[in-house]
């Protein structure tokens, strides 16, 4: 079966931009998790979609939101970028969440300049 | 407060020769315990879930064991394309968040 697809693999933007990425699970996931993974900070927790609700949120600034829609595919976005941002942001999805059966995205690449 | 950590930061070994990465941690209610292996420029793959202390999970050169406070992946005559990040993350009970450890970088030199 089809993996989790990100898209897009790469993006540069400019400090002060916004960015949208996104996120196709796996057919028939209904959970959505997103992270953040630095070099410097290693894998840190987003947020998790469940059929279309936020079911948990970590630590991170209102800048960064998310969405999850009818079919599963989920979108983050992050406003006002600044250089701490770049990062790898890589998305998980599972049947049932909580941290069980993840398989991830290859995840998208983003450098702010 | 709720932690995971692993040791070492980076491993070098010889085709051949076993050895264990440690992934010790200070979580309440730990619900799992999970390894992953991460290759450079993509996600992490999961490799075994752990529930209670005693357990043990094996797959090909790899074990996962379980204690009340560490897990051990011991990687036994390992080859090259066992190089990676490995990665152990613990899940709570208080909610569905995994919290991840930095991971240990393996280099399995031919």
């Known amino acids: 079966k089809a993996g989790v697809t990100q898209t897009p693999r790469y993006l540069i933007k400019t400090r002060g931009q916004q960015v949208t990425l996104s996120c196709s699970p796996i057919s028939g996931h209904r959970s959505v998790s997103w992270y953040q993974q630095t070099p410097g900070q290693g894998l840190q927790f987003l947020f998790e979609?469940?059929?279309?609700?936020?079911?948990n949120k970590g630590n991170f600034p209102g800048r960064f939101s998310g969405r999850q829609f009818s079919n599963s595919r989920s979108e983050m976005n992050v406003s006002t970028l600044e250089l701490g941002d770049s990062a790898l942001y890589l998305c998980?999805?599972?049947?049932?969440?909580?941290?069980?059966?993840?398989?991830f995205g290859s995840g998208t690449r983003l450098t702010v300049v | 407060e709720d932690q995971v950590t692993q040791s070492p930061e980076a491993l070098r070994l010889q085709e051949g020769e076993s050895s264990s990465l440690n992934c010790s941690y200070t979580?309440?209610?730990?619900?799992?315990l999970f390894w992953y292996r991460q290759d450079p420029g993509k996600g992490p793959e999961f490799l075994f879930t752990l529930y209670s202390a005693g357990e043990e999970k094996e797959k090909e050169r790899l074990k996962a064991t379980l204690t009340k406070k560490e897990s051990f992946l011991h990687i036994t005559a390992p080859k090259p394309e066992d190089s990676a990040t490995y990665l152990c993350?613990?899940?709570?009970?208080?909610?569905?968040?995994?919290?991840w450890g930095a991971g240990t970088k393996l280099i399995i030199k031919p």
């Open positions: 998980a999805s599972s049947d049932t969440g909580g941290g069980y059966g993840y398989t």
């Open positions: 993350a613990a899940t709570l009970g208080s909610n569905y968040q995994l919290i």
């Open positions: 979609y469940f059929s279309e609700t936020q079911r």
């Open positions: 979580v309440s209610g730990l619900r799992g």
